[in-house]
């Protein structure tokens, strides 16, 4: 395998590259210049070199669909040019690819401008792990003079709390940290007045055909208690991110992050990701605006028919 693949490998298993917009792009960017270093004239040959490379790149983070339909794109322009010369599919690659990371950009910037309206003044926001979406709306909301507070998790055992907790306080957003097992209290009314959430934003590495989502580990017994005290919970993700099942499976990651020296006999799991129900869900901040979940393929269908 390629030096350059097997590095992008190591950075998204590693989480050197964390997020699954980060990891779409990282994916999308190698490929593209992998595909430009094959050394043929055969295009059977440039197409099977390039998809052994896509496959195991994709195979770093099996549970990021926003990849995969990239990847997948990038193949139906290239099938659907027919061109023998290889040339000519090198010029479709990173056309594909361009197209696909300008989507990208697009959704992005309209589900920044739908969710920072979702944000009132006075109130209490609670966020999970580390979304450059969620980030990025509150950041939005702040530069509109919109006055707020923000609790977001450590988020064990890689700590992506630190991340939005930095970003935050660097963008003037008054930011408190909790431990991720006290989120549960924190949204509940028994956590006391000053301290009750107003709504729950979180992220998502997958938007699954019937409206539910999978993202951090957590996220499920976050909106779980936020169900069961009627606080709204929204989630910000582009359709790209359309998983075409209502099932995927979730990554197991090493032990080691949890106890690096833990005894020979203990068995330890460590999930990466938990399923966030759709009807936990109050709404889906997409390209379309604040979506219900059960809309979510009806909107995938006008956005990106070739999903």
Not at 155 to 165: A, H, K, M, N
Request: hydrophobic residues 40%.
């Amino acid at each position: 395998m390629d030096k350059s693949i097997k590095q992008a490998f190591q950075d998204i298993r590693t989480l050197k590259i964390q997020g699954a917009t980060a990891v779409a792009k990282a994916i999308i960017h190698n490929l593209n210049r992998y595909g430009n270093r094959i050394k043929t004239d055969n295009v059977s040959v440039w197409k099977k070199n390039f998809k052994k490379a896509a496959d195991y790149l994709l195979d770093a983070r099996p549970t990021e669909p926003m990849a995969r339909n990239g990847v997948n794109f990038i193949f139906s322009q290239i099938d659907k040019d027919r061109s023998k010369n290889v040339i000519r599919v090198k010029n479709c690659l990173k056309k594909a690819a361009d197209d696909f990371l300008i989507m990208m950009a697009d959704a992005a910037d309209l589900i920044v401008r739908h969710g920072q309206k979702s944000i009132k003044n006075n109130d209490n926001v609670l966020t999970h792990c580390h979304s450059w979406l969620v980030e990025q709306i509150l950041i939005k909301a702040r530069k509109n003079k919109k006055e707020f507070r923000v609790y977001n998790t450590e988020t064990r055992p890689l700590f992506q709390g630190r991340i939005t907790s930095k970003k935050l306080i660097k963008a003037g957003i008054p930011t408190t940290m909790v431990a991720d097992s006290s989120a549960g209290f924190l949204i509940s009314n028994y956590s006391g007045r000053d301290l009750m959430m107003d709504k729950i934003i979180l992220g998502a590495d997958a938007v699954l055909s019937d409206g539910s989502v999978i993202n951090k580990i957590g996220s499920f017994t976050i909106a779980l208690t936020a169900h069961h005290e009627k606080k709204p919970v929204y989630i910000a993700a582009t359709l790209l991110k359309y998983h075409p099942r209502s099932w995927i499976k979730i990554e197991k990651r090493s032990p080691k992050e949890l106890w690096p020296n833990a005894p020979k006999s203990l068995k330890i799991i460590n999930f990466a990701f938990d399923t966030v129900p759709a009807r936990y869900i109050k709404g889906i901040i997409c390209e379309a605006g604040i979506i219900n979940p059960k809309d979510v393929k009806k909107y995938l269908k006008k956005i990106y028919p070739f999903l």
